[in-house]
T-cell receptor, first 112, second 114 residues
Framework: DAKTTQPPSMDCAEGRAANLPCNHSTISGNEYVYWYRQIHSQGPQYIIHGLKNNETNEMASLIITEDRKSSTLILPHATLRDTAVYYCIVRVAHSSASKIIFGSGTRLSIRP | DSGVTQTPKHLITATGQRVTLRCSPRSGDLSVYWYQQSLDQGLQFLIQYYNGEERAKGNILERFSAQQFPDLHSELNLSSLELGDSALYFC?????????????FGSGTQLSVL
């Protein structure tokens, strides 16, 4: 199973872009990169996912390197409500099963 | 609101007891996942069901069991409870079990074993 490595914590000024890195050097060609976040003790919330190409939605942008060994989640204009633990996950898919393993994540603090 | 409903929100019980946690997936979702999150710990994958069948198993203790019923709701049964079982238990659902599916999480059940 491909594993991910994220910095344990980061901080960012409100209104600035928050760039959260993730290393997944053992990723396989058919594995997706997913990002979720968990605000306090709420249920995790899906943010974005991608396979090879960069992706953008109303919440964030996902930049995946050409070799797919790392990616960056970008929150373009961070607000205090973006304070959360952010999880980078590589989706492991088998023939009929799929384990979704969350690592330790990055605790992002947004300062006023 | 994710559309995933978990009941009860809070559960307080004693060691040695048995409890059942319930999860109703989003309308139309066939796959259900269970996770455990202990205090200051990450999310531990327990088990996944797809359309009533077990599809993947994680670090689920033998004292724990789960099932998904024909109406697609799922139950997680925890027995012979120990103090260390105190945790937040999350349920998530997705349309299918494919790798291109995003998960929608419920708000969790907080279990306290005293």
């Amino acid at each position: 199973d491909a594993k991910t490595t994220q910095p344990p914590s980061m901080d960012c000024a409100e209104g600035r872009a928050a760039n959260l890195p993730c290393n997944h050097s053992t990723i396989s060609g058919n594995e997706y990169v997913y990002w979720y976040r968990q605000i306090h003790s709420q249920g995790p919330q899906y943010i974005i996912h991608g396979l090879k190409n960069n992706e953008t939605n109303e919440m964030a942008s996902l930049i995946i390197t050409e070799d797919r060994k790392s990616s960056t989640l970008i929150l373009p204009h961070a607000t205090l409500r973006d304070t959360a633990v952010y999880y980078c996950i590589v989706r492991v898919a088998h023939s009929s099963a799929s384990k979704i393993i969350f690592g330790s994540g990055t605790r992002l603090s947004i300062r006023p | 609101d994710s559309g995933v409903t978990q009941t009860p929100k809070h559960l307080i019980t004693a060691t040695g007891q048995r409890v059942t946690l319930r999860c109703s997936p989003r309308s139309g979702d066939l796959s259900v996942y269970w996770y455990q999150q202990s205090l200051d710990q990450g999310l531990q994958f327990l088990i996944q069901y797809y359309n009533g069948e077990e599809r993947a198993k994680g670090n689920i203790l033998e004292r724990f069991s789960a099932q998904q019923f024909p109406d697609l709701h799922s139950e997680l049964n925890l027995s012979s409870l120990e103090l260390g079982d105190s945790a937040l238990y999350f349920c998530a659902s997705s349309l299918t079990s494919g790798s291109n599916e995003k998960l929608f999480f419920g708000s969790g059940t907080q279990l306290s074993v005293l």
